[in-house]
């Protein structure tokens, strides 16, 4: 009998690194994941765990700009490289954020092909106060390579998928937090044949994987 491959539990924003990484740098990044995933010693923690945290409360504090203050100060205690990249993000954030938003609770949300389970777990729901009443499904990412509409996009169509879920009425936005810049699928976009190169990339996910050792 043939084994039941087994099902690939991955992050959104590691999806995104992936999505962006080009088809030369695809295949170490998925070896690094896999490694990690496997690892028996592996605890749940990230880099950029305490900033998106913030990102989240900042919505809903009284004093926004002295949430996200307290944790670029707590990066620079460590005197580090998170330093830096945590002002960056923060300025970010704050340029592309309108003021007046608040924040609306989401929860996680997983997108499915075969055996691959990409799971969002630090989307932010952003209501903007504005006459139409608008409201934000975002995905902040916070790495210092500028992100691009093409990568975005492939992101972008997948939360479509799960958006009216997740936050009726909501539109999808990937923020590139670092360099203060929205993404969001243009009206004209060909929606079919980014869903056609999504569900192809998640199959080349899925090969990489059981190739890497």
Same mark, same amino acid.
């Given at each position: 009998m043939k084994p039941t491959a087994r099902t690939v539990f991955i992050g959104g924003l590691q999806w995104l690194d992936y999505v962006h990484a080009g088809p030369r740098k695809s295949m170490s990044l998925v070896a690094e994941q896999k490694r990690r995933y496997l690892d028996p010693g592996r605890y749940a923690w990230s880099a950029y765990g305490p900033l998106l945290s913030a990102f989240r409360r900042s919505l809903n504090s009284v004093d926004r700009?002295?949430?996200?203050? *307290?944790?670029?100060?707590r990066a620079e205690e460590k005197n580090d490289w998170r330093a830096e990249a945590?002002? &960056?993000? #923060?300025?970010?954030?704050?340029?592309?954020?309108?003021?007046?938003?608040?924040?609306?609770?989401?929860?996680?949300?997983?997108?499915?092909?075969?055996?691959?389970?990409?799971?969002?777990?630090?989307?932010?729901?952003?209501?903007?106060?504005?006459?139409?009443?608008? *409201?934000?499904?975002?995905?902040?990412?916070?790495?210092?390579?500028?992100?691009?509409?093409?990568?975005? &996009?492939? #992101?972008?169509?997948?939360?479509?998928?799960?958006t009216g879920l997740a936050l009726p009425g909501a539109t999808p936005v990937v923020l590139d937090s670092r360099h203060g810049k929205l993404y969001r699928l243009r009206a004209n976009t060909n929606r079919e044949n980014i869903d056609a190169c999504v569900r192809g990339l998640a199959v080349a996910y899925e090969r990489q994987w059981s190739l890497a050792a």
């Open positions: 700009h002295g949430e996200l203050d *307290r944790v670029v100060a945590y002002r &960056d993000a #923060v300025a970010g954030f704050s340029k592309a954020v309108p003021k007046r938003a608040t924040g609306v609770q989401v929860g996680e949300a997983t997108w499915a092909e075969g055996n691959l389970r990409i799971v969002f777990r630090h989307l932010l729901g952003v209501r903007l106060h504005d006459k139409n009443d608008t *409201r934000w499904l975002v995905l902040p990412y916070c790495k210092g390579t500028a992100l691009n509409q093409g990568s975005a &996009d492939i #992101v972008l169509q997948m939360m479509e998928t799960f």
